[in-house]
């Protein structure tokens, strides 16, 4: 077996069964050599297709492989995308400095990203003096699930039923779609409306200042201001909504790399039981079309069919005057 397809065999043994320690990657690669029976997948591309409208509710951003074949953001791309250094991919959702609220459709087929919506609006966040929408690039880890039947042990709050939420704090202004390697540095524990809501926080490992940030304290240290700026944000960005500000677990504390990892790894755990129908699903679309041993893998024509049945791409709708005012709380 050749070197390349060693490590995609290490890629997808690390998918079925969580991440492992570094003692551990030999014996991983030793079984990787010798079974066939796990899907075998390189390291690649991913590119996007647009359907609807921007600033619409039909608006839909589907993923596809380099070679076209549709894909699911939230189930078909890895967790881990290396494993020497342990980089996670996160597949970004809002970039920094705008206010649509984009995300993941975790229940609509193959999961697109789509502008969430509240009584029928489409919702943008506000823009909290100083800041301008979102201050990072916002998005999530695939293959994690924060399960709302498992109550966290140190908060007493059940998760959001959605994807861990990661917040990249690299120079680069990333764009709604794009897929990035991150360096894991810590994690905030940010309960919403009774819900656990984790925030990874991590930098693009392409970024320049990516080998000189290794943990939260290098984060503290080198970016002052940052840690306390993101608790501020997440504290706030609801009450121009008439919602209550958010609490956080640990006094608001930031946890460090070690923590956040165990963390990634209990709700990928969860995503593993979700997407193997272990899991009572909760109107969760769990349709892919890469995933091990899945009992919702779909095929490549069956993607597509879900695709081509989206409104065809047209010319964005206009965005109303009130996503750029300034509000004081």
Known sequence: MSALMLRSSVRCLVTVFGTFSASSRKVIAQAAAVSHQYYFRKTMHYQTEQRGHQNSPDYR????????????????????????????????????????KMEIAIKEPLNPIKQDEKKGKLRYVAN????????????????TWEDP???????????????IDVCDIGTQVCS?????????????????EGEMDWKVIAINAEDPDAKNLNNIEDVRKNRPGHLEATVEWFRK????????????????????????????????????????????????????????????????????????????????????????????V
């Not at 250094?85 to 996160?90: E, F, I, T």
């Not at 039947?149 to 994807?163: A, H, I, L, V």
């Open 149 to 163: 039947g498992q109550k966290d042990k140190e908060t007493n709050c059940c998760g959001d039923n959605d994807p």
């Open 176 to 192: 709604t779609g794009q897929v990035i390697q991150v360096k894991v540095l810590g994690i905030l524990a940010m309960i919403d």
């Open 237 to 328: 960005y609801k009450v121009p909504d008439g919602k209550p500000e958010n609490k956080f677990g640990f006094n608001g504390e930031f946890k460090d790399k070690d923590f956040a990892v165990e963390i990634i790894k209990s709700t990928h755990e969860h995503w593993r039981a979700l997407v193997q129908k272990q899991k009572n699903t909760g109107g969760i679309d769990c349709k892919n079309t890469l995933c091990c041993d899945s009992p919702w893998r779909c095929t490549t024509d069956e993607a597509r069919e879900v695709v081509q049945s989206a409104p065809a791409f047209g010319s964005a709708h206009p965005v109303s005057p009130e996503v750029e005012k300034w509000h004081f």
């Open 128 to 143: 909290i003096f100083p800041h301008k929408g979102y201050i990072w690039n916002y998005g999530a880890l695939p293959q």
């Open 61 to 100: 951003l589907y993923f596809k492989t380099s070679d076209g074949k549709y894909i699911s953001p939230f189930h078909d791309i890895p967790l881990i995308a290396e494993t020497e250094q342990v980089l996670y991919n996160m597949v970004v959702e809002v970039p920094r400095w705008s206010n649509a």
